[in-house]
């Protein structure tokens, strides 16, 4: 027999009713709540439905299953991820404020939209194999992007180029994500820039071909 979950206080009333896309962003909004508190193997669909303020049946009728839910919601994730790095290297034509924006762009990343960030970096399903293809792709799109720039501007090869992409990014996933753990002990924009100080006194070591 299933067992019910109590309504957490963050229960929103039913009865509502919503247009279908307004209603999937409601319940994936309910269900990144419960997944970041919870995790996956932890999050109930019960709770879900609860939180978002319908039944489980309206629930299924847009999911069919958890892992589906959670999918769609790490999609939305990974692509806000790939985008913001995208607009990044598109602010400017100057690399060293290109470096700048990226960082920024992870630092932001990790620093928004309710902790999301977990859901990417720090899943409990990373490797199940669609969560972690979703994942590697995502940062393997920011590192070509990243990549593509640098063989352009220097003499590198183009596996020179991508190593220091997925070298560049890393860093900046990782010095992001860390940051998050020190609860602000170095101010946000401070720590961008630190990072990003230490990024561009290596690339920019590269002669420029351009």
């Keep these: 027999m299933e067992t019910r979950v109590t309504a957490t206080p963050d229960a929103k009333p039913r009865g509502t009713r919503l247009p279908r896309l307004a209603r999937r962003r409601q319940l994936l909004s309910a269900a990144q ?69 990226t960082f920024r762009a992870f630092f932001d990343f990790v620093s928004t939209q309710g902790e999301a960030f977990r859901l990417v970096f720090e899943s409990d399903l990373r490797n ?11 940062l393997q799109e920011c590192a070509e992007m990243v990549s593509a720039l640098i063989q352009e501007d220097t003499g590198c090869t183009s596996d020179e180029a991508h190593l220091l992409g997925v070298g560049l990014v890393g ?28 990024s561009w006194r290596g690339i920019s070591g590269f002669p420029r071909t351009a």
């Design 33 to 101: 709540e419960v997944f970041v508190e919870n995790g996956y193997h932890a999050a109930a669909m019960d709770e879900i439905a609860d939180r978002a303020g319908v039944s489980k049946p309206v629930l299924y009728q847009h999911f069919p299953g958890k892992l589906e839910l959670y999918l769609a919601l790490l999609d939305l994730h990974v692509d806000d991820m790939v985008n913001r790095v995208r607009d990044a290297l598109a602010s400017t034509h100057e690399n060293k404020l290109r470096v700048q924006a």
């Design 128 to 138: 199940v194999a669609p969560v972690r293809q979703r994942v590697e792709r995502s």
């Design 171 to 198: 860093m900046a996933e990782v010095s992001a994500r860390y940051w998050v753990t020190t609860h602000g002990s170095i101010p946000k924009d401070a720590a961008e820039q630190l990072m990003a100080r230490l």
